[in-house]
């Protein structure tokens, strides 16, 4: 008979899962972000950034990450600002994207180290504020 608590190990299967998938994403999503930088933007790479963006959300939510969901969707914000300024190419918003996956990337590290984000995202947070204005 079994003694050992399901829960967690179910618990750390989807942590697993989870961190496996949202690399791919995360990679996907810089990809995505650097084509458009350097062959120009078609409707379909908006489309395909904005997808997986929102597919990495979605995930982060389920499991419960509010950092990490908190970033995504700055990021969210910046790609559709980046978006509308026809793709200049030191854009502001184009820089703190790829702040954005910098710092995606090191709270996904930490949770698979630790198991939990604890990094302090409001400085980059209010960054993006600060340049919505």
Request: proline share 2%; charged share 25%; glycine share 4%.
């Amino acid at each position: 008979m079994y003694h050992g608590t399901p829960s967690a190990n179910r618990t750390s299967i989807l942590l697993e899962e989870y961190l496996e998938d949202s690399t791919d994403l995360i990679d996907e999503i810089e990809q995505v972000l650097l084509t458009i930088e350097k062959e120009g933007s078609g409707e379909h790479l908006w489309d395909c950034l904005m997808r997986t963006l929102h597919s990495f959300k979605g995930s982060a939510q389920l499991m419960g990450l509010d950092s990490i969901v908190s970033v995504a969707h700055a990021m969210e914000s910046l790609v559709s600002e980046y978006r509308h300024e026809e793709l200049n190419s030191d854009s502001i918003s184009a820089a703190l994207c790829f702040e954005c996956i910098d710092l995606l990337r090191s709270l996904e590290k930490e949770l698979s180290i630790s198991g939990t984000c604890s990094q302090d995202i409001s400085p980059l947070l209010h960054k993006i504020s600060e340049s919505e204005t």
